[in-house]
Structures are given as structure tokens and as C-alpha cells.
């Protein structure tokens, strides 16, 4: 697995140079070959996570990866193809409304992470009556030292003042103020070749599951 994990950034390089549509078609090939590859990964870490987050047991790695190519309709960008290989595994696929586990491949630029990039209003709107009932909960997880040593800060966006229905000095108002919850851990590009991958990626999930978990937790 390490050595055709690595073949995916050497691929992905290769299109960075190249990103039209006739050099694609002239490299289908090795796409479907790297294209195989990311997917059997995707097979494995689904594998893995479901062995402690039961809501994966039945999902399958091609609801989990993502299209290689670009929409290009409302983008001064007309480059036909991403630069990177991507997944979110969660409950009912990447189209889901539940927090999702994240891998992201591309040269230079390696990372994994967990939760909800962007939720729509309605799940916000639960994340946050979550985070108003149970905001010690969620500080006890993501304010653990193993698990700031490894995935930092919490990411996302955030309004400039509380959200309606909250007041301003509300305990837990920087949280309540984020439109995005989510976690990232970065690793470099020779982490691929690592034997053991797969297992150190699910043991970094396996640190992430109880953040994904109160996400789903106020989604359900």
C-alpha cells in the first residue's frame, strides 16, 4: 500500500503541470490506476473507523471520495481537474449532514481532520442548542492534551457577534459564534510511505471520534 500511496503524488505533480483535459485523456491510465489506489486506501480507513464508530459499518469508499474534476461554471478558474485526492467518510457519505472524518492528498500539502466544514442552517441551528446544553462536554474533548497536541484549534468560521437567541456573554460564546466546526492534522508528503499508514490515520480518527460523535449527537 505505501508505494502505490506515494504513486498518487507523483501522478498528482504530474497533472499540476499539465491540468487540460486532452492530457488527461492521454493519461486515463495511470488516473484509474491512482484512482484505484485512493480508493482502496478509503476502503481500509472506513475499515478502521468502524471498528469504534459503528455509524460507518456499511458505508462504501466510493460514496466517500470525491470527483476529481473541477466545476468550473461560476469560477474565473477554467482548469478542468482538482489538484489533490480527497474523501469524507461519514455516516450516509460525503453528502451527508453528519460530522465526517477527512483525507486530503496533495504534494506539499497532506492533511486529515474531522467534523462539519459548513453545515446548513438547520444542523447549525442543532450544533449550537447542543453546544448551549453541553458545552462543558465538548470543551472536556477538544481541550485534552493529546488531542491539541495532535489537531490544535478549532477551525471554522465565525460570526462577529452571538448568534440569535444567544446573549453575548454566554459561557461558551466563542464556540456558539463558530458557522464551522472542524479539525485538521497535517502530515507530510513521506508519511505515504510509512508501512504503517492506515493504522496511525485511524488512531488520529479514533482520537477525533469523540468531537464527531457530539456533532452527530446534536444532528440525530
Known sequence: MAEN??????FLRKLAKNNSREWMAENKPEYQS??????????ELIAGIAS???GLA?????????RLHRDTRFSNDKSPYKLN??????KGGRKSPYGSYYIHIKPGDNFIGGGMYMPEAAELKKIRQEI????????DIIKASGFQQIYG??????LKTAPKGYHKDHEHIDLLRHKGFYFLHKFPDSDLKKTDFVKEVVAKY???????SFLNTAID
Request: without cysteine; charged residues 25%; aromatic residues 12%.
Open 206 to 212: 479514533q482520537l477525533i471520534y469523540p468531537f464527531v
Open 5 to 10: 500511496l506515494n504513486d498518487i503524488n507523483v
Open 85 to 90: 485526492y480527497g474523501a469524507s467518510m461519514s
Open 58 to 66: 456499511d458505508l462504501q469508499a466510493k460514496k466517500s471520495v470525491f
Open 34 to 43: 491512482t484512482r484505484t489506489v485512493f480508493e482502496g486506501l478509503i476502503g
Open 153 to 158: 484549534d478549532l477551525q471554522g468560521d465565525s
Open 52 to 54: 469504534f464508530d459503528e
Open 132 to 139: 448551549d446544553y453541553n458545552g462543558d462536554e465538548l470543551l
